[in-house]
Nanobody, 124 residues
């Protein structure tokens, strides 16, 4: 497994930008596909897919709700994956989780290792 630590969350206004980082340690980072998920802190809200990226950074996938606004990238030399979030909306408010797994899937079961999350709050 790999250990993951997210950072970069915070309180921003609608329309602002934020960049999340996820630092990995442990086994070889480049052997893992990476994903970002989020979970709004409201009862009954499940963790939802945001974006994912293949091991070499070639394949990138996005949820429809963030397509065109968010960009996922990775730096295998730094063992880090990023999520650049632009034009943030109120509905982007959630705890954002980084995950590592076998494939860049859009479901949580594609991933074996998870970080503890970083909160993002978007205010009007």
């Amino acid at each position: 497994q790999v250990q993951l630590v997210e950072s970069g969350g915070g309180l921003v206004q609608a329309g602002d930008s934020l960049r999340l980082s996820c630092a990995a340690s442990g086994r070889t980072f480049s052997s893992f596909a990476m994903g970002w998920f989020r979970q709004a802190q409201v009862p009954g809200k499940e963790r939802e897919f945001v974006a994912s990226i293949g091991r070499l950074g070639v394949g990138k996938y996005y949820a429809d709700s963030v397509k065109g606004r968010f960009t996922i990238s990775r730096d295998n030399a730094k063992n880090t994956v990023y999520l650049q979030m632009n034009s943030l909306k109120l509905e982007d408010t959630a705890v954002y989780y980084c995950a590592a797994g076998r494939s860049a899937g859009a479901v949580t079961t594609s991933y074996d290792s998870w970080g503890r999350g970083t909160p993002v709050t978007v205010s009007s």
